[in-house]
């Protein structure tokens, strides 16, 4: 039936290695997130004397958090992460035990809930769908929903960014005075590189217009195989050099985790088959024999 | 020669409606999140639920801000005015600051007078001050590029509070304290 070839067609399984990958890094991009926190129990989480609720964010008009479960939700993010990391079968619940944890802590704290912050709900939303769950996903295929919703979450995230910089703000592309006051910003910024770049317009311009460019054309080119893994060359490039610039926390590593995931299917594989896979094996790292370029299957089983 | 074993799965058919109303929706949601991110000029929904868009807005760094705003304090103390050190009484920091430069904790009475209540409480827990009063003003400068510390050029001073240690606050819920 054409009907059922063409739904087959479309949901034909991607291979699912960058699947592996990505969970590791989220896992280490929310710890990057998760264990500073510690430092703010007592003084913002679980603190009693600083109670505030905000729009939807109203927990503290029923539960008031004391320092003591504030410290027991933590350690238990804490965990819930360990799980992920570890992977296999503990992962989603893992994944599932901090999302609730830090969702009550950041709720308790009220106000600084961040860009990242929403940034990782959403792709939870797609680790859940995703097989990271599984072992050996280097000699696996598995449905495309998940990889959909990242690629959804990123097109919303850089397209509306980019597009919002290109169409509301003129000095993006006029001069690069937009992101040098960026750059000396009392808190993101004040890194000595990011004041000294602030009077360097000969480096600013070209930055500005590398990011807006990268930003809004990001929601077309990401699904062009030959482009997408320069593009997310130029997107990591541009993550590294916020981290270079300016403090803006676990917001770079949130988004590159999920890069594995955002490169073509096919092409992480003949990356993973030709290069990695065998440079691991050649340093004694253990891995199964990732399945070659004729196994790859033609349509969903 | 047998073919190797090829581990492929995908969503079963009866998913697959779901799944792509799933994602229709997810991008529909920031498809909206992201016509309304900048607009003042927002519909009466939105006015209602203002917060409904939040969690798919992300309007990061998209204006030039070529000023900043930093908050101090002052105590009274045996009828003496001296600053206080609010970084060391309330140590936590984002990226983007401490929690009480928030603006929305600046542009909002309840939410100041809970930190003045927050910090008599904490100047004399941790510091064994008493404070009579305590004030906070803030102070936006236009920012000079290339200056480490910035110099305090073009300064607005804005009193946010003045509070009496002995005054009581509101919890969300209502209590005093």
């Known amino acids: 039936m054409a009907e059922s070839s063409l739904s087959d067609r479309v949901f034909a399984p991607h291979w699912a290695g960058g699947w592996a990958l990505a969970r590791v890094l989220f896992a280490l991009a929310l710890l990057s997130a998760h264990l500073p926190r510690a430092a703010g129990i007592g003084d913002v989480f679980g603190a009693q004397d600083l109670l505030f609720t905000m729009g939807p964010l109203t927990l503290n008009n029923y539960i008031i958090l004391s320092e003591g479960s504030a410290w027991g939700l933590w350690i238990a993010g804490l965990v819930g992460l360990g799980g992920l990391l570890f992977g296999g079968r503990l992962a989603k619940p893992g994944l599932a035990v901090w999302l609730l944890t830090t969702a009550v802590l950041l709720v308790n704290e009220t106000l600084n809930i ?124 541009m993550h590294l050099g916020i981290r270079i610039f300016m403090y803006v926390g676990p917001f770079s590593y949130v988004a590159l985790a999920a890069y594995p995931v955002l490169l073509h299917p096919e092409v992480a594989r003949e990356l993973w088959t030709r290069r990695l896979g065998p440079w691991l094996a050649a340093r004694g790292v253990r891995i199964q024999a990732a399945a070659s370029s004729v196994d790859r299957p033609a349509s969903a089983q | 020669m047998t073919e190797p074993t090829r581990d492929a799965r995908t969503t079963p058919r009866w998913l697959r409606l779901p799944a792509l109303v799933l994602c229709g929706l997810l991008a529909s949601y920031f498809a909206v999140a992201y016509t309304f991110a900048l607009e003042k000029d927002i519909p009466a929904w939105l006015k209602d639920h203002p917060w409904s868009l939040w969690l798919g807005t992300w309007p990061m760094f998209t204006y030039i801000d070529p000023s900043s705003t930093v908050v101090y304090a002052e105590a009274r ?63 936006r400068i236009a920012k000079t590029k290339g200056k480490n510390p910035q110099p305090k050029r073009k300064l607005k001073v804005e009193r946010l509070l003045d509070w009496p240690c002995d005054g009581k606050a509101r919890r969300p819920t209502g209590e005093v304290w």
């Open chain 2, 77 to 139: 103390v045996d009828g003496e005015w001296q600053d206080i050190d609010l970084e060391a009484l309330f140590p936590y920091r984002w990226e983007s600051g401490p929690r009480y430069a928030r603006t929305s904790v600046r542009r909002n009475r309840g939410r100041m007078q809970a930190l003045g209540a927050a910090a008599c409480g904490r100047l004399e827990k941790q510091e064994g001050i008493t404070a009579e009063r305590i004030r906070f003003r803030s102070e």
């Open chain 1, 114 to 237: 961040k860009a990242y912050d929403r940034l990782t709900l959403w792709l939870c939303l797609a680790f859940f769908l995703s097989p990271m769950g599984e072992r050996s996903l280097q000699n696996k295929w598995r449905s495309p929903v998940a990889r959909w919703m990242v690629l959804i979450t990123f097109i919303a995230l850089y397209g509306s960014t980019g597009w919002l910089k290109a169409l509301k703000e003129p000095t993006w592309w006029t001069n690069g005075d937009v992101l040098a006051y960026h750059m000396l910003h009392p808190y993101f910024g004040m890194k000595p590189i990011g004041v000294w770049a602030s009077t360097q317009k000969w480096l600013l311009l070209p930055l500005c217009w590398a990011t807006v460019i990268f930003e809004a054309a990001f929601p077309v080119l990401v699904w062009w195989r030959r482009v997408n893994p320069w593009l997310l060359l130029v997107g990591a490039l």
